[in-house]
């Protein structure tokens, strides 16, 4: 928020708590929506050079599955590729 403050771009953040991560995502991408009609998502997910069982089963699928729920009701959600160093 600091950083882009600083920079003179308009920031705001949503809290929210609950037991599904995902409900609870998408709770706060509607709230933003309403505020903010023409927004666009932003995720980054891991991606391993090479994965296996136990990094697929450590690093799950949320923002895969957030991003589904989003597109269902209409809202753009973009998933930037973030290199994992092992």
């Not at 600091?2 to 609950?18: I, N, P, Q």
Request: glycine residues 4%.
């Amino acid at each position: 928020m600091d950083l882009a403050r600083h920079t003179g771009v308009a920031s705001k953040y949503y809290l929210g708590f609950g037991i599904d991560g995902v409900e609870e995502m998408v709770e706060l991408c509607r709230q933003a929506r309403e505020e903010f009609p023409n927004i666009v998502f932003f995720a980054s997910k891991l991606v391993f050079e090479h994965e296996t069982w136990i990094t697929h089963l450590l690093h799950n699928q949320i923002i895969l599955n957030i991003q589904q729920r989003l597109q269902v009701e209409r809202m753009p959600m973009v998933i930037l590729p973030m290199q994992a160093q092992l």
